[in-house]
């Protein structure tokens, strides 16, 4: 699952318009994004690559945010 709170803070962090974003990973819409973001559908693979490239992230801050685990968001909360 994605950690949307950690996303979130990484894509304000990284100074990019979510415009910028979107172009940059080819996404149409932002509700697309929106609804991977909320967990409403998955990122594939080659999203979260792109998507930690477009973001910088080291490989621990990628497992933290693409890959956590229900029992982590929900001890997060």
């Not at 909320?38 to 910088?56: G, M, Q, V, W």
């Amino acid at each position: 699952m994605t950690n949307t709170e950690l996303l979130l803070k990484a894509i304000q962090d990284s100074g990019l318009l979510r415009s910028a974003i979107l172009a940059q990973m080819g996404i149409k819409s932002y509700a697309t994004l929106r609804a991977k973001i909320e967990n409403e559908s998955e990122f594939t693979a080659s999203e979260i690559d792109k998507l930690s490239n477009i973001l910088h992230l080291e490989n621990n801050q990628r497992e933290a945010i693409f890959f956590a685990s229900e029992a982590e968001l929900n001890s997060a909360n």
